[in-house]
């Protein structure tokens, strides 16, 4: 007698193998059987007729870390079939910090967030994978000081990134472009990537530039993984500066020549040609020395003009202006979201200086503004969407309930995977087979999840079963809160979280530990 028994579909098992016809039986949170199971019993039977049967999607980089305290749901990844998320990326995770550990967005260690998630009652969805942000790890023990670390501070880090990774955490991020990130020199990361390396895990990057000095940041990630023999992987691979357009071949060159050389270098990307991030990385380093509070601090001082400066140099002239989608206002200034830079300047502050006028969003805002900015080339994007990366969505676990949201988020939250499995089918990009491998056993091996990935006796039930004629996202720039279509059931840890297209009330989502 089987708990669930998905009935006739064709499985793609995640190896990228060739689809086979086959039942698949479940029994607690285990795949017990794959193969002919007709005339067997379950306590739920689901046809999977027409239906592909997959393990269940990996998004490879995700930001849901604390999504959980609004929103248990996570319905923008649950109905792309998604079943984990590997999050704490881009330097930016809820723990290592300061303090006295009660706030689970900035909890002292990762053993306290696991312990307050469970006493505080609160349940997700989708299961997460959490990475250490290097971000994160340095300000806990060097604040948001814009220098390179003593060796005392140094060890430090390294101790507390120990004590994260040997409690089950899955490795380091960095945000190299972000604050505090962006002060860590090549030893700081150097030394990181060891600790890594001795407590099994991996080193994921956002990289220092992913434009005009994209290949210098490249070599700087690679580096990391030449001393110290951890494995690498850059986060949300991408081309975003005009001015390069058309290289993706030349980074994925040396991407290649690295892998040659030894060095295990992976990546992962969104298909999408617009990023979207905080509109405070358009400031100069220097104005974020002492983070968000510096800033504001310049721009209401006598440096102002410099950072204005700094920003026009950065980012915007009038074109660039046109290109830019303010997503989220912080809660301060509701009447510029869903608008561009531009009409913002024009409209609203009846001004031609953009950079000027981005400055005055971000005072307003106290430096929370997040933009969408649409600044890659659809063939740099399917260049590298043809090589072997894997699918992170770079969003969040969101509720499907527009009143829930005041941002008008990137609709990579709602559509990444499902984008990715639209465009292999339209564009060509790859077989369904390989298309279900890249999000898949890629990102499992990739980080190490044993016991995912792979449709097999034994291997941990969670089952994307999805129609792969019609899989795509719903979610469009200016109407992101919608969910994906085309998949019809979901089972996370052997339970039932989507049946026959809609959500359950069930929430068996958990935190994976390294190692466990
Ligand atoms: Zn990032």
New binding site residues.
């Given amino acids: 007698m089987y708990d669930i028994l998905l009935r006739g579909g064709s499985v793609a098992d995640g190896t990228g193998a060739p689809l086979f016809r086959a039942d698949v039986g479940v029994i607690g949170n285990k795949i017990a059987a794959i193969g002919d199971l007709s005339g067997q019993a379950a306590k739920l039977t689901l046809d999977a007729d027409g239906l592909v049967v997959a393990p269940g999607f990996i998004d490879a980089h995700s930001h849901s870390d604390t999504s959980f305290l609004t929103d248990s749901s996570g319905a923008s990844k649950l109905y792309q079939g998604i079943t984990t998320e590997i999050t704490g990326?881009?330097g930016d995770s809820p723990f290592p910090c300061a303090g006295d550990g009660k706030d689970l967005s900035a909890c002292v260690s990762f053993e306290r967030f696991l312990a307050r998630f469970r006493e505080g009652g609160y349940s997700m969805a989708v299961n997460q994978a959490l990475l250490v942000g290097h971000g994160t790890l340095r300000r806990c023990v060097l604040g948001d000081e814009g220098r390179a670390p003593t060796e005392a501070e140094t060890e430090k880090m390294r101790f507390l990134l120990s004590r994260e990774l040997a409690f089950g955490a899955w490795g380091l991020s960095l945000?190299l472009e972000y604050a505090p990130g962006c002060f860590a020199g090549q030893r700081e990361l150097n030394l990181l990537g060891e600790t890594v390396k001795r407590s099994g895990g991996i080193v994921t990057c956002?990289m220092r530039s992913e434009g005009l000095e994209i290949e210098k940041a490249l070599e700087e990630l690679i580096e990391i993984g030449r001393f110290s023999g951890v494995r690498v992987n850059v986060?949300?691979l991408k081309i975003d500066n005009y001015r390069v357009h058309g290289r993706a071949p030349e980074v994925w060159r040396i991407i290649e020549e690295a892998q040659k050389s030894g060095v295990s270098i992976s990546a992962d990307m969104y298909p999408y040609t617009a990023s979207c991030t905080d509109l405070s990385i358009r400031c100069p380093k220097w104005s974020l020395d002492g983070g968000a509070e510096a800033l504001l601090n310049h721009l209401a001082g006598p440096r102002r003009s410099e950072v204005v400066a700094g920003i026009r140099e950065h980012y915007f002239n009038a074109e660039r202006a046109e290109t830019c989608l303010i997503c989220d206002d912080g809660g301060f200034w509701p009447a510029i979201v869903g608008k561009t830079l531009c009409f913002v300047a024009e409209e609203l502050c009846h001004s031609d200086d953009y950079a000027e006028v981005a400055a005055r969003i971000l005072e307003r805002t106290r430096a929370q503004a997040r933009c969408i900015f649409f600044v890659m080339s659809p063939d740099d994007m399917l260049w590298f969407l043809r090589r072997d990366v894997g699918i992170g969505s770079?969003g969040y676990a969101l509720p499907a309930d527009i009143a829930k949201l005041s941002s008008r988020p990137h609709p990579r939250s709602f559509g990444a995977i499902s984008e990715f499995l639209r465009l292999a089918r339209e564009e060509g990009i790859c077989p369904l087979e390989e298309a279900v491998r890249r999000v898949t056993s890629k990102p499992a091996s990739l980080f190490g999840l044993s016991g995912r990935g792979t449709l097999k006796t034994g291997s941990v039930a969670d089952v994307t079963v999805f129609d792969p004629s019609t899989v795509a996202p719903r979610a469009t720039y200016l109407n992101p809160i919608q969910t994906s279509r085309g998949v019809q059931h979901v089972l996370i840890n052997g339970e039932p979280a989507l049946l026959n297209g809609t959500q359950t009330e069930k929430r068996a989502g958990t935190f994976l530990r390294q190692g466990r």
């Fill in positions: 990326n881009c945000g956002h986060s949300h770079d």
